[in-house]
């Protein structure tokens, strides 16, 4: 049941990234670029996505159990640390050097570009590097 | 600052972004967990995760999406081949990947696990990450764009 939800909901996200244009790293550059011709786009993403979510986000930290009866379990962690802003700053930089993040680079993996497919396994060995990173 | 009114798409962008938010909203409420896409993803690479299943249905499902749309949405996607025009090209994108899966890793989230789970539910932790992330992609972009010799 949990696998099935998931792929629903994947298929779902996947959709709404590929609808609201932010599978496109050039809109997402657009957005980026303050300084040029400004594509405010990807903010009414986030504001789309955000007001949608807001709601059932505060009902599920009520509950006890998800739908399918897994202990409902919110993350509680609310620390800003070094990891926390090293990691977002590293992020930004590849963000802004590509127009890509996680979500629309498994997009354009899945669209079969091979542009998509480099930046991808680029990324998992990225993420599995930050195992060495030492605390 | 100049908007750019030839490919500003409120509409679309409201809409997807709303998709985007339910299928966060129903990941949670459904199995209580959190749509962020570099955490599902490193919690597959991790060594001895016993809950790949769902993982991988959700990746699965995001692989499916553009080929789905492809199939049923009249005019397709689809997204422009940019980049890779130069082997200098290459390089930076295999570089921004490295970058985007170490940083995010380490921080824990991306634009949809802080930028979207994580604000929906008010965390100050996202809100911090979701500024560092777009500032420093802004100035990255603004150097890339905007001083001379430095294109990519």
């Known amino acids: 049941m949990n696998a099935l939800a998931a792929l629903l909901a994947g298929l779902l996200f996947g959709a709404g990234l590929i609808l609201s244009g932010m599978s ?43 739908w399918f009866g897994t202990p409902m379990v919110m993350p509680r962690n609310d620390r800003v640390d070094r990891r926390l802003l ?9 963000w802004g050097l590509s127009g890509l993040c996680p979500g629309p680079a498994l997009i354009s993996l899945g669209a079969g570009y091979l542009p998509g497919a480099i930046f991808a396994v680029c990324m998992l060995l990225g993420m599995k590097a930050s195992e060495w990173v030492p605390d | 600052m100049q908007i750019d009114w ?3 798409s409120p509409w679309t962008a409201l809409c997807g972004g709303a998709l985007i938010g339910l299928a966060s909203a129903f990941l949670l409420l459904a199995t209580s967990r959190i749509a962020g896409i570099s955490g599902i993803v490193g919690g597959l690479l991790r060594t001895g995760s016993s809950d790949a299943g769902w993982r991988l249905a959700f990746v699965g499902g ?25 082997p200098e090209q290459l390089l930076v994108l295999a570089f921004a990947g490295l970058l985007v899966g170490l940083g995010t890793q380490l921080a824990k989230g991306c634009t949809s696990g802080h930028g979207i789970c994580g604000l929906a539910r008010f965390s100050r932790r996202s809100l911090v990450a979701v500024v560092i992330f777009m500032a420093t992609a802004m100035v990255v972009v603004f150097i890339t764009h905007h001083v001379p010799g430095v294109g990519v």
């Open chain 2, 6 to 8: 030839l490919h500003f």
């Open chain 1, 86 to 94: 090293i990691g977002s700053a590293l992020f930004g930089v590849g």
């Open chain 1, 24 to 66: 496109d790293p050039a809109k997402v550059l657009g957005f980026l670029d303050l300084a040029g011709n400004w594509d405010p786009s990807l903010m009414l993403v986030m504001v789309g996505a955000i007001g949608v979510a807001i709601v059932p986000f505060a009902w599920g930290a009520r509950l006890s159990r998800s």
């Open chain 2, 62 to 86: 995001l692989l499916a999406a553009p080929v789905l749309w492809q199939l049923l949405v009249p005019g397709g996607l689809l997204l422009p081949h940019l980049f890779l025009e130069s």
